[in-house]
């Protein structure tokens, strides 16, 4: 496997678009950003006290902005800022990033609103930045289709490229992220973690872009520009291929969340330690640039329906392992909390990766020219609301069960009950005609190159035209000379 991976990245380097460069910067930043994930559920933890079923709830508030990522992708789609779509807002909301870690530093701790107010601005900035990255992912997969046989793999290709270095900043962010909280405090990790969104900031300015000319657009233009988008979008949305699949999607991502009471149950049951967590966050990194190779070398050519199916079995019966560790039956059998901690989140996380990365590639080729930002985006935050709604639907099943920091008796049952609505969306897997999908893509794609160069050859036999005249106007004249 590691072979192949070497010669993907050989080829890569052969065929090398500078785009790939801001991309994988874009992904690099976002994932090292973790680093202070830690930081943040000690803080409001420990800090401010807050109960699981409230962490959670009040952490999905913050990831509001991801939710509405179609509007980021409207706006960088159709409002060019200086003259860039991209460049501009890249280095605007990587700075307003960097100056938001720095106020956590500062005022973070304060109090509860000060803190999720700044969490909610950091969240922000990130989300549009990452919404500009996949703009420009997308961007690059259609220019590849056009010489490439099959757009799949060009899909898959570049899908794996941005998660994949996500990944690795997730890697080396939790490789550090718990054993810098035994040698620094909470607010100098925030501040550590403004580093990187302001080295996305200056390398940013390198990036090169064909700018658009604002002075030769006028105002009825940019507003048309606007509604534009939003017609192309509304007409690809509406129809049935694209939405069913989107709804299905959208079900899929709300299953109920156990990720903030199982941080409670490491850390106050099993006594896990911030270094320990760090190795934890590690794993779960390592185990998603597994997936993201294993499904980019043996699995890109398998259909969407058979891959999601076999994954979503296999990730129910991952998740249903846990109740081995809560219920301390591991204990029985004289398995050590820490060994099958490790061993169930790589299995957790690597099929999970597996699981996710076909609706990625799939949203990668459903997206249309010229809406790639705000078409891919609102696919992505269709994922992000479902995870929303999943950690708001996780808190309420915590206070019905009545599972909080002080009783974990009914947390097996809990993780029982949760784990259903991961199949519950199986039934209905047909609704994603991937075939039918793709050709609709095609034949769209198809009617805009013909009217392209209909237009070209239409723009050709004008210009032909006009010399015949100008040839015409000028021959009296020579005539004249020549007398």
Known sequence: MFVKLFSHFQQLYENFNPSYFIIAVVAFSQGVQHLADLSINFMLKDDFGLSPAMMGLYLSYTTIPWIVKPFWGLITDSKPLFGYRRKSYIILFSTIDALGWVALYKYGTNSLHSALLILFLIQLSTCFVNVVGEAILVEVAAKQEQKQTNFQHGASKNVSIFFGVRAFGTLISAFFS????????????????????????????????????????????????????????????????????????????????????????????????????????????????????????????????????????????????????????????????????????????????????????????MCPKNIEATMYAMLMSTIN?????????????????????????????????????????????GVVKEDQILKTMDKQKLAKKQQQKDFESLSVSSSNLRQEDDQQQLLPQNQQITD
């Open 385 to 429: 609301f479902g995870s929303t709604l999943g950690s708001q639907f996780g808190a309420i099943f915590l206070i019905a069960l009545g599972v909080n920091q002080n009783d974990y008796s009914r947390l097996w049952l809990f993780i029982v009950i949760t784990g259903v609505f991961i199949l519950l969306p199986l039934p209905w897997v």
């Open 178 to 365: 718990g054993a810098l909280l035994h040698i620094f405090t909470k607010q100098e990790i925030f501040l550590m973690t403004s580093a990187f969104p302001a080295a996305l900031m200056m390398i940013s300015f390198f990036y090169t872009e064909e700018k658009v000319n604002l002075r030769g657009l006028s105002q009825d233009d940019r507003r048309n520009n606007t509604m534009q988008c939003i017609k192309d979008f509304w007409i690809f949305f509406k129809n049935p291929l694209i939405y069913k699949p989107v709804a299905l999607i959208f079900c899929f991502m709300m299953a109920p969340s156990s990720s903030t009471i199982m941080f409670f149950f490491y850390t106050s049951v099993l006594g896990f330690e911030p270094s320990f967590l760090g190795q934890l966050k590690f794993v779960y990194a390592f185990s998603t640039i597994l997936g993201v190779l294993l499904y980019n070398n043996y699995l890109k050519d398998v259909s969407f329906k058979k891959i999601f199916i076999t994954t979503t079995i296999l990730y129910y019966f991952c998740y249903q392992s846990m109740i081995i560790l809560v219920t301390r039956k591991n204990v029985e059998w004289n398995i050590n909390d820490r060994f099958f901690c490790l061993g169930d989140s790589i299995m957790l996380q690597l099929v999970g990766e597996l699981n996710i990365m076909p609706i990625l590639v799939l949203a990668c080729r």
